[in-house]
C-alpha cells in the first residue's frame, strides 16, 4: 500500500465533467491494407514519381501496466476562474511546458472544430473520439 490520500470530488459539476470524459484507450490501428512505397524496398520494387511512404509495424506490451505506473491526480480539484491563472496555463501547454511528473495537472473540457476534410484520414484512428449515441441513420 502506498499510503496516498485521495480526495473526494464534491463538486457535483465537476465530477460529472470528469466523469463524462472519460475514454477508453485505442490500442490499436485497424487498417487492414497498407502499400509501402520507398527506395529501401530495393530496385525496381517502388516508384519515384509517387510519393514515398513506409509500413511500421509495433508490437506493444504491457500497456495496461503502463498506464497504471502514470501519475493520477489525487487531490486539490478546483476550477479555474481567474483569466489571468486561464492564460498561464495555456501557455503552458501551447508549449507543451508540463512535465509528465509534475505535481500539478489539468482536465480540460474543449470544443473541438474536426475539419470535415480530415474524416477520412482519419477513420482507422479518430484524434478526438467522444463519447455519444451512434444514431441508425449514421451507419
Do not use: C
Not at 92 to 119: C, F, M, T, W
Amino acid at each position: 500500500m502506498t499510503g496516498q490520500r485521495l480526495d473526494l470530488i464534491t463538486d457535483q459539476n465537476m465530477y460529472m465533467m470528469v466523469e463524462q470524459g472519460l475514454r477508453g484507450g485505442i490500442s490499436m490501428v485497424s487498417k487492414r491494407y497498407a502499400r509501402a512505397n520507398n527506395p529501401d524496398m530495393g530496385e525496381g520494387k517502388w516508384t519515384a514519381d509517387k510519393p514515398k511512404s513506409s509500413i511500421l509495424y509495433l508490437d506493444a506490451n504491457n500497456l495496461y501496466g503502463w498506464a497504471m505506473l502514470q501519475y493520477l491526480p489525487t487531490g486539490n480539484f478546483h476550477w479555474v476562474k481567474e483569466e489571468n491563472e486561464l492564460f498561464n496555463i495555456q501557455k503552458q501547454i501551447e508549449s507543451n511546458e508540463i512535465p509528465d511528473d509534475s505535481s500539478e495537472g489539468y482536465i480540460l473540457k474543449v470544443k473541438l472544430e474536426y475539419p470535415q476534410a480530415l474524416h477520412s484520414q482519419h477513420t482507422d484512428y479518430p484524434l478526438a473520439p467522444e463519447r455519444m449515441k451512434v444514431k441508425k441513420e449514421w451507419l
